[in-house]
């Protein structure tokens, strides 16, 4: 009585066997039992945490900004609207709980060295958080800007003082301006 299941399981349930399928069954195996030790390899220290805003015109310039800093593999990831906005504007008072769970996970899970947020100009949360007028001109989209990501270094200095924090501004071309 042959099997008729999927073609791999009826070659084994009805004995056929060749050299190829058995390297290859053994192969797919090996990958298997390594991948618990390589994705999730518990006690790995990462570099760090980066903090960034979930608008599609920025993921790739971030994910540029961290690959040109050697940080691909290295990071946690943590995407809200706003990014550091996010974490320290009363209108998005209900997801700060939700960073600061994240970050905390981050640091037992990843040992993480470093958090790094990274607004954007632009920004709608920006908006919806501190108005229009607060990102009317370069001006005062900057000041709006720095005024959030200083009281996001303050509060991460406050709660978790043994990270280091960097922030910057990226314009929607991935140009980059950090303040400290």
Request: aromatic share 8%; with cysteine.
């Amino acid at each position: 009585m042959d099997f008729q299941g999927c073609a791999c399981c009826a070659d084994v349930l009805n004995r056929r066997f060749d050299r190829r399928r058995f390297l290859v069954t053994g192969a797919a195996a090996g990958v298997s039992a390594m991948l618990p030790s390589l994705s999730f390899a518990r006690g790995k220290v990462y570099e760090a945490m980066v903090l960034s805003c979930i608008d599609p015109r920025l993921q790739e310039p971030v994910r540029h900004y961290t690959h040109r800093r050697h940080l691909t593999g290295r990071i946690s990831q943590f995407m809200v609207a706003g990014a550091a906005i996010a974490v320290v504007a009363d209108a998005f008072k209900d997801w700060h709980k939700t960073w600061w769970d994240n970050v905390a996970a981050s640091v037992q899970l990843h040992n993480i060295k470093d958090v790094i947020a990274i607004n954007h100009r632009d920004c709608g949360a920006a908006r919806i958080a501190y108005g229009a007028d607060s990102v009317a001109n370069w001006k005062t989209e900057t000041a709006t800007h720095k005024a959030a990501l200083a009281s996001f270094r303050a509060q991460m200095k406050e709660r978790l003082p043994q990270l280091g924090v960097e922030t910057g501004l990226m314009a929607l071309n991935g140009r980059i301006e950090m303040f400290s």
